[in-house]
């Protein structure tokens, strides 16, 4: 199951779209608002723990392991679902877990499917697929239902609307939600509790008449095969327990080995994500019971590029992903940006890390350069997964994948320069020359060239009229 299907957005090169996105006042404000809360509540409970950072070494931990044998562990998995009622299908790329999802619903009869949110059903783009298919995916999360709503794409891992403020989410409501289902009330306003109370009855709608559901995991257990999802709302508690058929979509890399190694996740992720000390609903369900819950259970394992990102040993850290989004919370890039500029599902430094890893990294190739290496996603991720590592690593491979580039020559260029004092004295002079003729109040801005992508966003002090070998001549050789 070596194989790549990640749907890629489209969007432009990361340089291109963030550009575009900083000109946007509103989002900047509504990001600032939104990462400073999530990040001051975090660290508030972080601090609570006398063994934070000895959970943090414990999560690292298993996840390496899991990782060494995850082939292993897999197939516990696949038995323990079994056993317990459950069917297990394995798809290695986007399209064969759409096609497997597509006709599982479809011999079901039914042409509507309810919707916990998932990253790993926007990654292989399910519900565009089932839309082709006839089938329509409603959303149910508060922030996934307003991006649904408005022909958007999620912006953030925690809170995909991140990017709306109450009062776009409540013209959205009036203008689109009547089109989905029940239409939001005469005379809504952007008060939380009315914004919530009207997605409530939208949605309760949804929940009683579902037939089948689809869902991503947080996590698996291997030895039961006990599948687990966390979320704040409650939508998930409706759509995993009322329909009939529960259709779970999960990335490889969730399983964890056993519950004793879940309950390390479980007191890092809600801390690490909504800035709580437990998450109000934790949902765990073990294939199927008579009576209690969907009478048929279905679990699709995705690989799409996951293995290939698996052997890599350097890259394979960011499969340890909980998915908690602290690093994007701490991370000043993604705070001035948003997510959608990194054209992924997955955004922030999480996403420039893992996406070009699952889509390839000459199709990602600006991603890894979307950073400024300051360490603070590294210092935040609960797992401890060395962020700004992988960033280095990939940008190296990013440049391989383009060969000779210019930057390339340049350096081998400065080598031969450097290497040589005749040659570097030569340089140093033509360099003060040129500097300080092209400078202005004492700073070069934009060069001509190759060297403009640089100089950009950033200026340099003029060169000064001597280098220091020269005075070093003048003022001690000389005796002076």
Known sequence: MSTRGVVWLGSPSFPEAAREALKDDQLRANLKRATTTIRDKRLAVASELDDWEALRESAAAIKKRTARHLDRYLVALEESVTAAGGTVHWAADAAEANRIVTE??????????????????????????????????????LAELIVQ???????????????????????????????????????????????????????????????????????????????????????????LTLPETLITVMGIEKVVPTWSDLEVFLQLLPRSSTGERMNPYTSTWTGTTEGDGPAAFHLVLLDNGRTDTLADTVGRQALACIRCSACLNVCPVFERTGGHAYGSVYPGPIGAVLTPQLVGVENAASLPF???????????????????????????????????????????????????PRLLSAAQKAASIGGRALARGGRIGRLPGPLHGWTDSRDTPAPPAESFRTWWRKNREEGR
């Open 104 to 141: 599982l619903v479809r011999a079901t009869g039914e042409s509507e499917v309810v919707k916990v949110k998932s990253m790993a059903t926007q990654e292989i783009g399910l519900n565009e697929h089932l839309a082709e298919a006839g089938i329509t995916a409603y959303e149910t999360d």
């Open 149 to 239: 709503l408005g022909d958007d794409r999620p912006s953030h891992i925690l809170v995909p609307a991140i990017h709306r403020n109450r009062t776009e989410i409540r013209d959205l409501f009036a203008a689109r939600m009547g089109e989905w289902g029940q239409p939001a009330p005469e005379g809504l306003t952007d008060d939380p509790a009315e914004l919530a109370e009207a997605a409530r009855r939208h949605l309760r709608e949804k929940f009683l008449g579902a037939k089948v559901a689809v869902s991503g995991a947080n996590f698996a257990v291997a030895d039961t095969g006990t599948v687990v999802v966390v979320e704040s709302e409650g939508n998930g508690r409706m759509c």
């Open 370 to 420: 979307a950073s400024t290496l300051c360490g603070a996603c590294y210092d935040a991720c609960p797992v401890k997964i060395d962020i700004p590592e992988v960033l280095v690593h990939l940008r190296a491979k990013a440049v391989e994948a383009k060969g000779r580039s210019a930057e390339a020559l340049a350096m081998k260029a400065a080598a031969a320069v450097l290497d040589s």
